[in-house]
């Protein structure tokens, strides 16, 4: 099953694709989309959605796993993230991906069994659950391989 996780953004959004055969996890490609504070946030969301397609189209992932907003502490930035999630939540109900969503604490506590555990601990299980050494350097990108891991536990 191909999982595609995205941790959405308006800036950056991580996303990655995990082949999970029902006992390992393989990385099979992740990146980020970039949009530029200079563009009008219209203009960044149809980026978004344009390059989301691309990636849903290219990859047909059976599944999607996504971050929920369940707080956020800078008031600035929620609505554009909730903008951009809207966007991708788009893209993928247009191409009928069921779509699974987990919160920060969620995603923390599946994969590392506390549910307030730092990035680094994050990380080091994500490292674990594909077998590697090295991992993307761009915290959304991992993050994204992260929300796609927590599903393949909490919900195959």
Known sequence: MKILGIDPGMAIVGYSLVDFDGETSQLLHSGSIRTSKDDSEAARLLEIFEDMTTIVEKYKPDAASIEKLFFFRNQTTVMPVAHARGVILTVLEKFKIPIFEYT?????????????????EVEQMVKLALGCDNLPKLDDTVDSIAIAICHTRHCL
């Not at 604490?105 to 307030?116: A, C, H």
């Open 104 to 120: 920060p604490m969620e995603v923390k506590q599946i994969l590392t069994g506390y549910g307030r555990a730092d990035k680094k």
